[in-house]
């Protein structure tokens, strides 16, 4: 396989050149959550070169997430959505080294599960999990993208521990008390899981990213805006 034809495009810019992607290609990424987020999150990592993808999720594919989850297919429900992801990505690039976490992630798995990847990407679905590979991500001191998404409305910030950046737990102290099932348009989780995979990518390459920011999407007025944080004093993380 043309590995310099499959990425001539990124070659072209300044910023990535042989060397970026040289990088990239070393880069070992876990994503945790195979869902709306991660879908698009999986396939752009995997399509710019990615050495190594590590997909944590648990879950099975239903017919609820075919409206945003284009990893998965009809053919696809009722099967573990990891283990499906690998498949598409296998397809896509098999360059990608994919390696499957079929568990659901716990105060006592979290830390291995970790354990040799240089970056994290918070694509779950609950604030449970997000708080939970938040504060594990802190505490082994390596970055985190973080992204949520909600009816038409999406949020991203990139955590660095090692640069004592806000984390996601600065942005929301407690979970909402009444965290339950809510509508969603397919097409807000791909520009969210989009921006997580490019903020990445930057991360990788060295370039400017989110850190100490909030990006607030808006689907219905199409806008974005950019939120300044700080660290709480008080944070449970990382004050």
Same mark, same amino acid.
């Given at each position: 396989m043309d590995s310099f034809e499959r990425y001539s495009r990124q070659f072209m810019l300044k910023q990535t050149g042989i060397e970026g992607q040289e990088k990239i290609g070393q880069a070992k990424i876990l994503v945790c959550g195979a869902g709306g987020l991660g879908s698009p999150v999986i396939a752009y990592l995997?399509?710019?070169?990615?050495?190594?993808?590590?997909?944590?999720?648990?879950?099975?594919?239903n017919l609820s997430n075919l409206n945003r989850q284009f990893l998965y297919g009809y053919k696809d429900i009722g099967s573990k959505k990891a283990a499906t992801a690998k498949?598409?990505?296998?397809?896509l690039?098999?360059?990608?080294k994919i !390696?499957?976490?079929?568990?659901?992630?716990?105060? %006592?798995? +979290?830390? $291995?599960?970790?354990?040799?990847?240089?970056?994290?990407?918070d694509a779950a679905d609950n604030f449970d999990t997000r708080f939970l590979i938040n504060a594990a991500a802190y505490r082994n001191g390596i970055p985190l993208i973080s992204g949520a998404v909600c009816e038409f409305e999406g949020i991203l910030t990139a955590v660095v521990p090692k640069e004592s950046t806000a984390c996601f737990q600065c942005v929301y102290p407690f979970k909402p008390a009444d965290?339950? !099932?809510?509508?969603?348009?397919?097409?807000?989780? %791909?520009? +969210?899981? $989009?921006?997580?995979?490019?903020e990445t990518l930057?991360?990788?390459?060295?370039?400017?990213?989110?850190?100490?920011?909030?990006?607030?999407?808006?689907?219905?007025?199409?806008?974005?805006?950019?939120k300044e944080l700080a660290k709480r004093k008080n944070c449970a993380v990382c004050g």
């Open positions: 995997a399509a710019a070169g990615i050495g190594s993808i590590g997909i944590c999720d648990f879950d099975t594919v498949d598409f990505i296998k397809n690039n098999p360059e990608t !390696t499957v976490f079929e568990e659901k992630l716990t105060a %006592g798995n +979290i830390d $291995s599960v970790m354990k040799g990847y240089e970056i994290a990407i965290e339950k !099932t809510f509508g969603i348009f397919g097409a807000v989780c %791909g520009v +969210i899981g $989009s921006l997580q995979a490019l930057k991360l990788i390459l060295n370039l400017e990213t989110l850190k100490n920011k909030l990006l607030i999407y808006d689907g219905l007025q199409n806008s974005f805006r950019i």
